[in-house]
């Protein structure tokens, strides 16, 4: 899988990638990183990105041309490149977002700055629009790279144990149970004395609960997800 991040500011991205999975799955040639700069593209003398917004409105518009020009030549040379635009204006980035683009061959990342991005470069080349969340950041970068951490741990090989794929919280409608390491006993916090019995069967319906205890509280939502899911099965 090739990312390739279409951004005015690489270098706050490249440090990401310089260490841990990523890194080994870079090592082991399961993902490909390259930067596109839309300032090189532009037309101005002094390489301008960004204009006053028409219409009024406080702040800068990244205007179309740079980045309509670097697009057009990115997709001119990467036949199935899939573009995907970050901006809080869009759907919620959601683990099955990130399962489904991991089948993708090149993802292009495209990352606004300032107040955003002339719409109409949107509306020639966004093949999906994302935010991942309801916050506004100071541009798309960080948001880019959290989809691409997400994305890319489910490209088959990059996680050293697959299986840990699949009891994750969000691969069902339920948040994972929690873990605990060793000691048994730390600064007077036990483990569960039935996580340390053996039996698998009683583990499995005690991480169950303990699974509908953190949805119910942090999620409530989710857990009549999996309620609604369950009374189906039946
Ligand atoms: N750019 C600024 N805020 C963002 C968000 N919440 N999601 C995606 N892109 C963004």
């Known amino acids: ?19 841990s999975i990523l890194k080994r799955a870079i090592d082991k040639n399961l993902i490909h990183i390259n930067y596109l700069n839309p300032r090189e593209f532009s037309g101005s003398k002094h390489s301008k990105v960004d204009d006053t917004a028409v219409g009024g409105g406080a702040g800068m518009v990244m205007y179309p041309q740079p980045l309509y020009d670097a697009l057009k ?8 490149i899939h573009i995907v635009f970050l901006t809080p204006v869009a759907k919620p980035f959601r683990q099955n977002d990130a399962k489904r683009l991991a089948k993708k061959s090149h993802i292009a ?34 948001a880019s790279l959290v989809m691409c951490d997400a994305i890319s741990r489910n490209i088959e090989g990059v996680l050293g144990n697959s299986d840990s794929l699949s009891v994750e919280s969000f691969e069902t409608p ?30 499995r319906s005690l991480k169950l609960a303990l ?20 009374s189906y099965e039946k």
């Open 174 to 203: 339920l948040l994972e149970a929690p873990s605990f390491s060793k000691p048994q006993n730390y600064e007077q916090r036990s483990v569960p004395s039935e996580y340390l019995k053996g039996n698998h069967s009683r583990i």
């Open 109 to 142: 990342f495209v990352s606004g700055r300032y107040e955003g991005i002339d719409e109409r470069v949107v509306e020639e080349f966004a093949d999906e629009v994302f935010s991942i969340g309801d916050y506004i950041l100071t541009g798309g970068e960080l």
């Open 211 to 230: 699974s509908e205890c953190k949805t119910k509280f942090f999620r409530p939502e989710q857990l009549l997800k999996h309620r609604t899911r369950k």
């Open 1 to 19: 899988m090739t990312f390739t991040f279409v951004t005015l500011f690489a270098n706050l991205i490249e440090g990401y990638f310089q260490d």
């Open 73 to 80: 030549n990115l997709k001119l040379s990467n036949e199935n």
